[in-house]
């Protein structure tokens, strides 16, 4: 090699670095945001009209029967179930719920042949709680749609989740895969500015100003006192831990935390926003200690900091979970209460911040025949059980409709050629009249949704309180 020589690749190395010095400035102008304003929004319930006091005419002997019915009815309290989805013959998976401004609720999921094929499209259904009953599922997104819009290659979609931002509007979340398994996923938003009627053009979020992959969403977007929005999300390339993004009014990311710090395998995290400087995250964990726990962290300033990964007193069998807030500051919470399996579901309170947990109500529990040798017939007889008890509808329904039904259910549950069950992904809102609603994925085939009101809630704190205090 000559000067020459010598000189010239001197040259082309100060080149590159040059090139490589003005992209990566280029980049973080590109991710430099304003510095998020910390604390959280409270939720506002509103109070029940007093009702009006008239004049009382004299009941007549039926309408006294059917008045003291009624009453006796109400002490019990309401607990209702219905299949929110619709389409047979599919595998359903990942839902959520938000309630609209005229008190109706608005389901996503996300549906087809299979997780992950590339017919798997977004799907939406409305809930009349006046009528009791879900309108007929409607697709929001599909992969061409997205892939449109994106203009990049989509093959496959994921978990929709869905968030009201300060000004009203909706945003829906949902995972897309250009390459790769999950773990390659990025993060679609839409807006709608008619409660779900109509979607604006998908865009992906900018997560990360480089590679903009391995960052999923599954639980619900919260406020913070600014009206910019938190969106809690996890990473699962290489390593899997949660994080939480912080949108600004327009939807864009200007801050990223990792809320996982040394706490690996803690996916999928849930807020529970408390106060308006304090808040806990429960997160499904998918890690190697056993037992296996799952994990909460907590903030004391409006989020600015998140404290270390703690082991909570519940197990968990590498599944999501879901919770919400009670207006006097219980916990209440929906997951499989054990740790392996998904064939329980149960509903679980904590008086204490969520550092002890109470089963109040068992919602699915099929672990009874997770042994047992069920022969096809045996174990159909179980499904087509479950379904009429699932919702009135099918109850009622003939019988020809009943065994469709059941036959949409058996490619699962009896995939392995015994009888198995999953009942996963729970979650749970609580409307402004009080009353609470969760959806939840049934056997992978269909969307179950359970509401129940704050009488039939508080009898089981009641019981609780009073086995606790015997």
């Known amino acids: 090699m000559n000067a020459d020589d010598g000189g010239g690749m001197v040259m082309r190395y100060l080149a590159l670095a040059a090139v490589l010095l003005a992209f990566g400035l280029g980049l973080n102008k590109a991710w430099q945001q304003p510095v998020p304003a910390f604390g959280f929004r409270m939720p ?42 619709s389409r047979l ?9 938000i309630e609209l401004k005229d008190g109706r609720i608005r389901a996503f999921w996300f549906s087809g042949s299979r997780e992950g094929a590339s017919d798997v499209t977004i799907n939406t259904a409305l809930f009349d709680p006046a009528q009791g009953q879900w309108g ?15 203009h990049r290659y ?24 250009s390459l790769g398994g999950w773990a390659g996923s990025s993060i679609t938003v839409m807006k709608s500015l008619d409660e779900g009627e109509s979607w604006s053009a998908p865009r992906r979020l900018i997560t990360s100003p480089f590679i903009n992959i391995s960052t999923l969403v599954k639980s619900a977007p919260f406020l913070y006192a600014d009206g910019t929005m938190g969106l809690p999300v996890y990473h699962e390339f ?11 009014a327009a939807g864009n990311v200007i801050d990223k935390q990792r809320l996982a710090r040394a706490g690996q395998g803690t996916l999928q995290p849930v807020v529970l926003v408390r106060s308006a400087r304090e808040a806990l ?23 600015e900091h998140w404290g270390a990964v703690e082991k909570s007193s519940f197990p968990n069998p590498d599944a999501a979970l879901s919770a919400t807030v009670l207006p006097d500051g219980r916990l209440l919470g929906v997951l499989n209460h054990q740790e392996q399996g998904r064939d329980s579901l149960s509903l679980m309170s904590s008086a204490d911040g969520g550092r002890n947990w109470k089963e109040l109500h068992r919602l699915e529990e099929m672990r009874v025949v997770r042994d047992k040798k069920l022969d096809e017939k045996q174990c159909l007889n179980i499904v087509q059980g479950l379904l009429q008890n699932s919702d009135r509808r099918l109850a009622q329904a003939p019988a020809a409709t009943l065994t469709e039904y059941v036959e949409s259910a058996k490619a699962r549950v009896r995939a392995d050629g015994g009888c198995g069950f999953e009942f996963s992904y729970p979650y749970l809102i609580r409307a402004d009249n009080g009353d609470f609603h969760l959806s939840y994925t049934w056997n992978r085939v269909f969307i179950k949704h359970v509401t129940f009101d704050q009488t039939w809630l508080k009898l089981r704190l009641e019981k609780d309180a009073y086995a606790a205090g015997h």
């Not at 989740?161 to 995972?175: E, N, P, Q, W």
Request: proline residues 4%.
């Open 44 to 85: 506002v319930f509103e109070v029940a009209p007093q009702p009006v006091v008239t004049e009382k005419k004299p009941l007549t002997r039926r309408q006294y029967r059917e008045l003291l019915a009624e009453k006796q009815r109400a002490a019990r309290g309401r607990y209702v179930s219905h299949l929110a989805s």
């Open 89 to 97: 013959h599919a595998q359903t998976h990942a839902s959520s719920l």
């Open 238 to 248: 290489i390593s899997k831990f949660a994080e939480m993004l912080h949108l600004d």
């Open 281 to 303: 995250v429960l997160t499904r964990y998918s890690g190697k200690d056993n037992p296996h726990l799952a994990r909460s962290i907590a903030t004391r300033d409006g989020g």
């Open 136 to 150: 007929a599922e409607q697709v929001v997104a599909s992969r061409d749609s997205t892939q449109r819009a994106l």
């Open 154 to 177: 989509v093959a496959k979609l994921g978990n929709p989740v869905v968030g009201r931002a300060a000004d009203g509007s909706l945003h829906l979340f949902y995972v897309t895969v």
